[in-house]
């Protein structure tokens, strides 16, 4: 299997890397490339590389489908949880992967041995050119894994500099604001329910995005509610 997956639909294309034995990561998710060579994408992988910047770790840290601390990433974690015996900060290894071609989606197989977790991981493209990922993951272990929240990543590129997502509350529910897309965590509010308060979207977008042409990124969101115990 190439180690470098390629899906287009819809004008759209998605380039992941699966090289090594971590988690895959997106290389690119937007207007569709082509066919490229294969050449070509090793190159476009190449150029996706960080810099390496002082105060931090002396190789670039890949950002995956599913970010983890334990590979180094210092943002929020993909997946955060514990268990009654210890804390727990995941190292997936890659297990299996297979590509569908005609239904343009990657499964993936990973395990936490040690950790006592494994993790499937779906991503792929629709014939609407709309990027799909969804993620399981089931306790292996031997005491009780609490899990506290599971996200998987979309990346956006550096020329996304504007956010519009939807706030307010009671009579001014989802109410579009537009403002600087700076660092930092924004979609988490609480109400008196238990859970996530869902939301339509988030949508990061190039500054020009008034009524002229501009480039966006659209991650819907859904309501991440537990279900009723007792």
Do not use: K
């Not at 706030?167 to 109400?191: C, D, S």
């Amino acid at each position: 299997m190439d180690d470098l997956v390629h899906f287009r639909a819809a004008g759209t294309s998605l380039v992941l890397d699966l090289s090594g034995s971590g988690l895959p990561r997106i290389v690119h998710w937007g207007a569709d490339l082509g066919a490229l060579a294969p050449g070509r994408l090793t190159g476009l992988r190449t150029a996706d590389v960080a810099q390496t910047v002082s105060n931090a770790l002396d190789v670039p840290v890949p950002l995956s489908v599913l970010p983890q601390q334990s590979g180094g990433w210092l943002g929020t974690p993909g997946l955060s949880g514990h268990r009654e015996s210890s804390a727990a900060a995941p190292a997936f290894t890659v297990r299996t992967r297979s590509v569908a071609e005609e239904s343009r989606r990657l499964t993936v197989e990973a395990a936490d041995a040690e950790g006592g977790l494994a993790l499937t991981l779906e991503t792929g493209l629709t014939d609407a050119g709309l990027v799909r990922l969804r993620a399981a993951v089931t306790d292996t272990g031997d005491d009780p894994y609490h899990l506290a929240e599971l996200t998987p990543a979309l990346p956006v590129p550096a020329q996304a500099t504007e956010l519009l997502d939807l706030t307010g509350r009671h009579l001014r529910e989802r109410a579009p604001r537009r403002h600087a897309f700076t660092l930092g965590t924004r979609r988490r509010m609480r109400t008196s329910s238990s859970g996530w308060t869902p939301c339509c979207a988030s949508t990061a977008s190039t500054t020009s995005s008034g009524t002229t042409t501009a480039t966006s990124w659209t991650r819907p969101r859904t309501s991440r509610r537990r279900p009723p115990t007792g």
